[in-house]
């Protein structure tokens, strides 16, 4: 974790922690790190957020001042960026996004050659120049100042890519589409109706400040009631990127990204396509996940809260599916990123093949209830490592045994444990979070 880029891109609130200064700066580096033995060729993506153009703005000032080619797919998904910079051999791409985050957020997502996030010592040398710590890097002169090129072919071109993956005819399916005011909208509604989908759609009226706003994954209320409304088959619910997905069945009932996990293995299994026999969950996952997936004699392994790392895992041990709980589902024989568009594709291809609902297709799979709480702390290490904070959570695991699970990490971004416990009831899940909580208070790690 670097001083400005997490796990997911530099992230921060408009021209407070991420500003115009800060993204022309990222433009100057990248232009000059690529640019060693040939003017760099980069690719730009946006959400819909009214900071999202003055970022590029600068980004691109950034790009061509360094006497690099900024090529700009204006509106579009991340994943979307990830196809274009390795199927149009870009030396790297940008995503300009805070994903699920509200408007006055944003951040900045590069995208290495080869579609995955960029290295991490890369972004440490971005650092270094934002921090003056490299020493000044020449500005292009005269003809070899860098050009911007509108690249909207690029964006049409993904859209293809999508419609081609499907393997079957959305005819007569009624889908309901929530793309939260953001980045999905120039593309999720085409690729349905190509599909043969009639297809219905919320948060489709970007004003650059309604991002997120009451809709998409993070709001699934609106969807849960619109596909009840108007009888549809099901809905899906995208961010503001289009990275994450999470569904809708014809009765409204959220289905979340373990849901999708299981059904998607499940599937893949019976067709003999499971890599592995392995679904790639991270530590988040839920408990009734596990279970299911045990008894569909499907594997799972775990990783670190990010798809980052869950795409980290898949890479090194060549598994064909996994994700989040939030939604971030990741194919790897399609793509190196989470994709909510094509997540949505192919729950639908899953409900034709079947000739079955959404509904009747997550049935076996029960969600166990879970509690999730955040403390805010002065040292986050010195929490966790608590003797009696150790011991506490020693007694909840015992407490639990096989029949549930407590979860204590840190926070990547801030000064804060989280505290996550999985129990056969809600209650149980309340008791043993509050009873961690209290000791980690009276050990006097919690900011008043």
Do not use: W
């Amino acid at each position: 974790m670097g001083k400005y880029f997490g796990t997911d891109g530099f992230r921060g609130e408009a021209n407070v922690g991420l500003t115009v200064e800060h993204a022309f700066k990222i433009g100057r580096y990248l232009g000059y790190y690529f640019g060693h033995e040939h003017p760099a060729k980069i690719v730009i993506g946006k959400d819909t957020r009214r900071s999202s153009y003055m970022l590029e703005y600068a980004l691109t000032a950034g790009l061509t001042a360094s006497g690099a080619d900024a090529y700009l797919l204006h509106v579009t998904t991340t994943p979307s960026v990830s196809y274009v910079v390795k199927s149009d051999d870009f030396d790297c791409g940008v995503m300009i996004t805070a994903s699920h985050n509200p408007f006055y957020d944003n951040g900045i997502k590069i995208i290495n050659h080869l579609g995955y996030k960029i290295e991490a010592d890369v972004e440490a040398l971005i650092e270094q120049y934002i921090d003056g710590e490299i020493g000044e890097i020449p500005l292009a002169k005269r003809e070899f100042i860098g050009k911007t090129i509108d690249y909207s072919l690029g964006r049409n071109r993904y859209i293809g890519h999508l419609v081609s993956l499907a393997t079957r005819s959305f005819k007569d399916k009624r889908v309901g589409l929530d793309m939260a005011n953001g980045a999905s909208t120039t593309i999720a509604k085409n690729v349905f109706d190509t599909l043969g989908a009639k297809t219905y759609c919320l948060g489709d009226q970007p004003d650059g400040l309604n991002i997120n706003m009451g809709c998409g994954s993070t709001h699934m209320e609106k969807l849960k009631a619109f596909v009840v409304e108007n009888g549809l088959d099901c809905g899906f619910a995208f961010d503001g990127d289009a990275d994450r997905c999470l569904a809708v069945d014809e009765d409204g009932n959220e289905i979340n990204g373990d849901q999708i996990m299981y059904i998607v293995g499940r599937y893949l299994k019976e067709r003999g396509e499971l890599t592995n026999n392995t679904v790639v969950t991270t530590v988040m996952s839920n408990m009734g996940l596990y279970k299911a997936l045990e008894a569909a004699d499907i594997e799972y392994t775990q990783t670190k809260v990010g798809d980052k790392y869950v795409f980290e895992n898949m890479m090194q041990y060549g598994h064909s599916i996994g994700g989040e709980n939030s939604g971030h589902i990741i194919f790897s024989k399609y793509a190196s990123t989470g994709d909510g568009i094509l997540t949505a594709i192919k729950l639908m291809e899953i409900m034709i093949e079947k000739k079955s609902s959404l509904k009747a297709l997550a049935k076996d799979m029960t969600i166990f209830p879970q509690v999730l709480k955040n403390v805010r702390v002065y040292s986050k290490s010195a929490a966790q490592g608590d003797e009696a904070v150790v011991a506490k959570v020693e007694e909840v695991k015992a407490l639990l045994g096989n029949d549930g699970r407590i979860l204590v990490r840190e926070s990547g971004t801030e000064p804060v444990i989280r505290v996550m416990v999985e129990a056969p009831t809600l209650k149980q899940c309340e008791e043993c979070v509050d009873s961690v909580i209290e000791v980690i208070k009276k050990r006097g790690h919690v900011v008043a």
